[in-house]
């Protein structure tokens, strides 16, 4: 299915409203995560990312937010839509104040280093720098 990044939006997520996959995905995280994303294709929801945030609020400590999932229907991939959620995690991390975005997830290298992440030994890491 071809989408142009025009055709869909995201919103705050529901995690009761989620598909089967996703909603299965999400119960799988603990604690559960704070920020809820949805991507929605009309009414139809075509992607998600859920993250956490900082657990300190000392302002003199790295604000570290972490991506604890990023899904897109299999049927949507391919079309930008990761890459374009992943963009909406940092811009929501960064407008609350993160320095930094890991991802200690298993995807592939070559997506998270794409869009600028660097590998961890436990998955990935995107450093904000303010202007």
């Known amino acids: 299915m071809a989408i142009d990044l025009r055709d869909f939006e995201v919103f705050r997520g529901d995690p009761a ?4 996959s996703m909603a299965t995905r999400l119960a799988t995280i603990a604690p559960v995560p704070e920020v809820l994303r949805v991507a929605k294709l009309g009414e139809r929801i075509i992607g998600c990312y859920a993250m956490h945030e900082p657990k300190s ?13 990023v899904m897109v229907e299999q049927n949507c991939q391919g ?8 963009g909406h995690a940092i811009g929501v991390a960064e ?13 592939p290298a070559d ?21």
Do not use: C
Request: hydrophobic fraction near 40%.
């Open 17 to 20: 409203a989620l598909p089967g």
């Open 57 to 69: 609020i000392d302002k003199q400590v790295a604000r570290t937010f972490s991506l604890a999932m």
């Open 79 to 86: 079309n930008g839509v990761g890459r374009w959620l992943i």
């Open 95 to 107: 407008s609350k104040g993160g320095r930094h975005l890991e991802a200690r997830l298993s995807g």
């Open 111 to 131: 997506f998270f280093s794409g869009l600028g992440f660097h590998a961890t030994d436990d998955g990935f890491i995107f450093d904000m720098y303010p202007e």
